[in-house]
């Protein structure tokens, strides 16, 4: 911890503009819910990790701007959402679906039910990749369930009501697919 | 309906699963320690070599010093740079002065002597400067004005030619001679159609002496014997009234039938 108290010192005496911004608080307070938003869309821990440590980064270039912002949350996930869909233009996601499908089952279950119960999240994590752009990434970020559509909109850059339909839309889709998958 | 009902309870449970995932464990101090490791490198790549000592200093007073800093090697610099601002131009003293022994004219012996006097005494006057000092060293300055001015008056010559190499001088001489059978021994197509012509001409040559003796046998045969058949039958065919008298001297030989080898081909 004492690492973590030196860089709070550090950062404070770098500042210097009466804003004494903790980036370390900064970092306890919000990693998490980061990492999560991060992994929702790339769906590999690894990778999320580098993209949360990139955008703590950002906040580090931009300390001047932190006086500015007025909702620091909102601020991090944007960036962090923004970092994500970068990292996702090079990496696939669809690659670590089988692994994430398979932590999602649980492990009481038979090996065949196992077996059927991941390849059904597979699919549910396969038809949303091919959900249009702006629906998926609505229904990726609702699935955190820890931001307002107010807070939403702010983050994809789109009003509220644009967000509730492109939800509801993608959800309806998403059902729709399934069904035909399962009836085909 | 029982459809619907899967897909949507697969459909939250993926969601699920998406909201509920934990972070890696030590992923904030491992977040934490590569912000700190990036600080530094970026704290020493702005401070530098001075960043310790200007390290608390005000960014006004930081400045200030730095502009007086400035002015006071500005006013150092300029009597520097008075005192050495000509010291390139005592160096193109030497090569000056080659340069002109170099392009010295052959063809404007006047010229020449100029030069090469002109050069002789440049010389002379920067091995002066060199040795007296700064009275010296303004002489050669004037000096070496002189020697750019009667540099860029004296006529510029091409180079001397390059030496020839065997082959060029080879084929020099060849041409220089104008021999059209040397030049055409050098095309094997024409040197084939002379040896061809020699042949030709060394066989006609010894194929006419044979004929001209078989002849040359038959007559003696005729004029060595002569018969009362024979003086009778050249009385009858009338050979001797009109023939010339061949004397004995006068007969042909093989070797005064020799006749020097023409170009013509026989008829």
């Known amino acids: ?184 | 309906m029982n459809s619907m009902k899967n897909s949507d309870e697969a459909i939250e449970k993926v969601l699920a699963g998406l909201r509920n995932v934990e972070a890696p464990v030590g992923m904030e101090r491992r977040v934490l320690d590569g912000l700190e490791k990036r600080a530094a490198r970026r704290s020493e790549m702005s401070s530098g070599w001075f960043g310790p000592v200007w390290r608390g200093v005000p960014g006004a007073y930081a400045a200030c010093a730095v502009g007086v800093a400035g002015v006071a090697v500005v006013m150092l610099m300029v009597p520097v740079v008075r005192r050495f601002g000509h010291a390139p131009v005592q160096a193109h003293i030497g090569v000056g002065s080659v340069n002109s022994v170099r392009h010295i004219s052959p063809t404007e012996p006047a010229k020449d002597g100029e030069n090469s006097l002109q050069s002789s005494r440049v010389r002379l006057k920067a091995g002066d400067a060199r040795v007296a000092g700064p009275v010296g060293a303004i002489n050669s300055v004037t000096d070496s004005d002189a020697i750019a001015l009667s540099e860029t008056r004296a006529a510029s010559f091409p180079a001397p030619p390059m030496p020839l190499t065997d082959q060029e001088r080879l084929l020099l001489r060849l041409s220089q001679k104008n021999d059209s059978v040397e030049l055409a021994m050098l095309d094997p197509r024409l040197r084939e159609l002379e040896e061809a012509q020699e042949k030709t001409e060394f066989q006609r040559f010894f194929a006419r002496p044979v004929l001209k003796e078989a002849l040359g046998q038959s007559a003696d045969a005729a004029t060595a014997v002569p018969t009362d058949e024979t003086d009778r039958l050249k009385t009858d065919s009338g050979i001797d009234q009109g023939a010339p008298q061949v004397s004995e001297s006068e007969k042909v030989t093989p070797a005064q039938t020799v006749t020097p080898p023409t170009m013509e081909t026989p008829k």
């Open chain 1, 1 to 184: 911890m004492a690492l973590v108290e030196g860089w709070s010192l550090a950062l404070s005496s770098m500042e210097g503009v009466g804003s004494e911004t903790d980036l370390t608080a900064m970092v306890e307070s919000y990693s998490s819910l980061l990492f999560r938003v991060v992994h929702s869309v790339l769906r590999n821990q690894a990778e999320a990790e580098d993209v949360v440590q990139d955008a703590f980064v950002r906040v580090l270039e931009h300390r001047r701007r932190l006086p500015e912002v007025r909702e620091t949350r909102v601020w991090l996930i944007r960036i962090a959402w923004n970092l994500a869909l970068d990292r996702r233009r090079r990496i696939k996601p669809e690659q670590f679906d089988e692994g994430f499908a398979e932590g999602l089952v649980s492990r009481e279950l038979p090996a065949d039910q196992a077996l059927n119960e991941a390849r059904r999240m597979k699919a549910v994590l396969r038809e949303m990749e091919r959900l249009p752009r702006a629906e998926r990434d609505v229904l990726t970020l609702a699935a955190i369930e820890e931001l307002r559509m107010a807070e939403m909109a702010e983050v994809l850059g789109r009003s509220e009501s644009a967000v509730r339909a492109l939800l509801f839309r993608a959800r309806t889709r998403l059902r729709e697919r399934l069904e035909e998958g399962r009836r085909g």
